[in-house]
């Protein structure tokens, strides 16, 4: 793999620094191609998001143009009249309103993703294991009308935490084998496969099954001391 070097170990990522090997002029660390494909993916999520907003300007102009339409037509028209253009131009708008907002929906959505998915990283979360992560989080942030990400409990319920504190203690304490320096056996190395029929050990996904059971332990016990 390529070597990175800096000059100080300041100069390293936090995240990456355990990883760094030091020298006689300074400190190098392995580059993971994982980085590449990451930015890769990023990049082209940013450009959907672009397109989705030029889309959704068209859609607009073309509903002006049917306002615009619908006045001309209003002029020198029976009431009877009017109705029925008003109703055919409410079905006309129907499809264009319905495109506006799945656009923004997704538009909104990407953006979010992107912001949610580089503070994990910058967080901690392990490069291979941020997809699945991204996806155990599925329904735990959202954007408010000011456009300010909103986090959510395991509950669906809206905290005060940032992203940054979700990702610094929350969900490290919640999901730890998502995070960098967290072994998949425990011992600091990745754990290899194991089990009967020569299937492999999915140490995330045990790993996410003890911290439910172990959330449903604690919510029973509270149940009971009530």
Known sequence: MPLKTFKTREEIPEAQRSKAIELKDGFVIEEQPEIDNLKSALETERTRASD?????KDIKKELDDLKRQQTAGDKGVTAAELERLRNEDKEA??????????LEKENRTLKL???VRQIGLDKGL?????????KDLEGRFELDKDGNIV????EGKATKLTVEEFFEKTYREEAPFFYEGV???GSGAEGSGSGSGGKGYDAAAAGHAAAAAQKKA????????R
Do not use: F, G
Not at 52 to 56: C, H, R, S, Y
Not at 126 to 134: E, F, N
Not at 218 to 225: G, I, K
């Open 52 to 56: 989705a907003e030029k889309t959704l």
């Open 126 to 134: 392990m490069k291979t294991r941020v997809a699945k992560a991204m």
């Open 218 to 225: 604690s919510q029973a016990n509270d149940l009971a001391l």
């Open 151 to 154: 986090v959510k409990d395991s």
């Open 183 to 185: 072994s998949s056996s």
């Open 93 to 102: 708008r129907r499809p264009l309103e319905d495109r506006i907002a799945a």
């Open 113 to 115: 993703d992107d912001r």
